[in-house]
DNA sequence: GCAAACTTTGACGATGGCGTCAAAAATAAA
DNA sequence: TTTATTTTTGACGCCATCGTCAAAGTTTGC
């Protein structure tokens, strides 16, 4: 039973973001993993080293793929449409599963036994990928005159929104609460006239 | 050394909370609660049942100022002023301390080990009570006209913010890069205009 | 004073975490 | 076929946690 790695890679690092998802990164043990997987442990640490190394490989995995749905849900030609379609992914994304999974990267950042500065890193870089893409999405010329305050500064809160979101759902379990808090923020946002007012 | 309790309880669960707060509830031991403290674990399983009981006595204590203070800030006779307050009191209560504590009630609320739903209904009962007082202040008359969304629905859009800056504060440990992003949410929300804007 | 009530203390056994390592096994290269 | 490389496996030692409990020691109230 050995000689060339024995199991699938693609499937046990699925599985193993899958439990890092759930239980977060501090309160997941290696043999938690082992377990889930079906990989022992002695294998895990030979393959990548420690659980912080582990965890940042299906981390980036993870951030890829997010921020690119959240970069497909941001590319409609509404404004309103694109912003509710970027919410509604974040909502879904966080309340799949049983128990709902919440939102990874919020987890760890709130997470004491994850303050390595790596870990941090990889966090921050995920953000900052998310808030180019939003700018990106609100310098559009269909946005102008319609935002409240410049496409930067509006990204900015609506990435903290989306973090202030995820631990709202935590704490009621109510996407639909959700929903409408987000449509809210997005009708603030879009209050802008094309116009300036009459003074 | 026995007979009638020996420790400052007031001194005593002062510094629980504190250790709760810094390294949540999650990763913190009844022994961690015995050495910040000085009082031997037996004599805290015996004067508090265990780790949820403790927790939620200090918790209660710690949502009751922290409304208290929010409050007080919130109670300013300008909106603009009263909601720049509220956010810079919760900035400053979270970044205080080395390292800056961050938030107790959202470190709590994603974390894991934390699910029991006694401590869940704390939790969301502090935020009911500061979501109520937020939407007491922008119900004054003294809003009226300026909110670009009714009260009720701008008091949950600002309390899920707060909960964003907190977890925007673990992620980039940066205050005014918080305030900033503070100050462009208020005037997303004062972005509305006291006459109907002309068609 | 004396007895009851309570707190403190230290120890117990069970459990589980960590990272390491040597031996066993299987494949790849020569 | 033989050798080198790599993975797997299971066990090791160490340390920390948990909740409990009996013994020891004080204080309170009768």
Redesign the pocket.
């Known amino acids: ?7 699938d890679e693609q499937h046990t690092l699925g599985r193993i973001l899958d439990v890092f998802w759930h239980q977060g990164y501090g309160a997941t ?4 993993l082992a377990t889930a997987t079906g ?5 895990l ?3 990548y080293q ?2 912080e190394s582990l965890f940042l490989r299906v981390f980036g995995d993870y951030a890829d793929a997010f921020i690119a749905d959240a970069g497909a849900a941001l590319d409609q030609p509404d404004v309103r449409r694109a912003l509710e379609d970027f919410f509604d992914f974040t909502i879904e994304s966080m309340t799949r599963g049983t128990p709902p999974r919440g939102c990874l990267s919020t987890k760890t950042a709130t997470d004491t036994q994850a303050d390595a500065e790596p870990i941090r890193a990889a966090i921050r870089g995920m953000l900052d990928r998310l808030e180019a893409a939003m700018t990106e999405r609100l310098s559009r010329p269909d946005a102008a005159g319609l935002l409240t305050v410049p496409p930067a500064e509006a990204a900015r809160v609506l990435v903290t929104m989306t973090r202030g979101t995820v631990v709202m759902e935590r704490v009621y379990q109510d996407p639909e609460r959700l929903r409408a808090t987000a449509r809210s923020m997005i009708t603030m946002l879009l209050a802008g006239r094309r116009e300036p007012a009459a003074t």
Chains 1, 2 share one sequence.
């Open positions: 039973m050995a000689g060339r790695r024995q199991f043990s290696m043999q938690d990989v022992q442990r002695g294998s640490y030979n393959a420690d659980k």
